[in-house]
């Protein structure tokens, strides 16, 4: 294994893809039912509370896109790390101790959520970021397959429980 570090940011089609899921988002969850609950409360001011929030759901989406844009992935020997120096957000994971997180389920782009085993931060992986090849080379260099969310782990580890006491009592 070289000493070699891989540093990853996101691409215009990540900030793409993350506005559009940060846009639809909102919409789902807050917007189309306040609009639903207006309608029946006081139908004359749902076209203008509509337009309203349109202008401040895009302004959030661009706001939070924009402070994810800041972030850098850097993956080397020790680990995966992930660090906005405007968000002051810092995260590790060392190889060992990876573990597949659950992803956030409305997406238009699939990524993968990488957590620390027994809690912390979790490190999203997007394909769409600059240098995902090399980054998912990597992972496949320390047995971290993931398109298929799965690490593998020595043959050997866990023997059988009757294995173990047969053994035991020879």
């Given at each position: 294994?070289?000493?070699?570090?891989?540093?990853?940011?996101?691409?215009?089609?990540t900030a793409i893809f993350?506005?559009?899921?940060?846009?639809?988002?909102?919409?789902v969850v807050?917007?189309?039912?306040m609009l639903v609950?207006?309608?029946?409360?006081?139908?004359?001011?749902?076209?203008?509370?509509?337009?309203?929030?349109?202008?401040?759901?895009t302004l959030v989406a661009f706001a939070v896109t924009?402070?994810?844009?800041?972030?850098?992935?850097?993956l080397n020997n020790e680990g995966l790390s992930y660090e906005n120096k405007l968000?002051?957000?810092?995260?590790?994971?060392?190889?060992?101790?990876?573990?597949?997180g659950k992803p956030f389920p409305i997406t238009l782009e699939k990524h993968y959520a990488i957590s620390r085993r027994g809690g912390?931060?979790?490190?999203?992986?997007?394909?769409?970021?600059?240098n995902y090849s090399a980054i998912k080379k990597c992972f496949e260099d320390h047995q971290i397959f993931l398109e298929t969310g799965q690490i593998a782990t020595p043959k050997?580890?866990?023997?059988?429980l009757d294995e173990v006491i047969s053994e035991a009592l020879k």
């Open positions: 294994m070289s000493n070699q570090v891989i540093k990853a940011s996101p691409s215009v089609k993350s506005w559009l899921t940060k846009m639809l988002f909102q919409w807050l917007c189309i039912p609950i207006f309608h029946y409360i006081c139908p004359e001011i749902v076209g203008l509370l509509a337009l309203k929030l349109l202008l401040n759901s924009g402070l994810m844009m800041f972030g850098r992935i850097t968000l002051l957000q810092k995260a590790f994971i060392p190889w060992k101790e990876m573990i597949f912390g931060a979790t490190i999203k992986i997007w394909p769409s970021l600059n050997n580890q866990f023997r059988p």
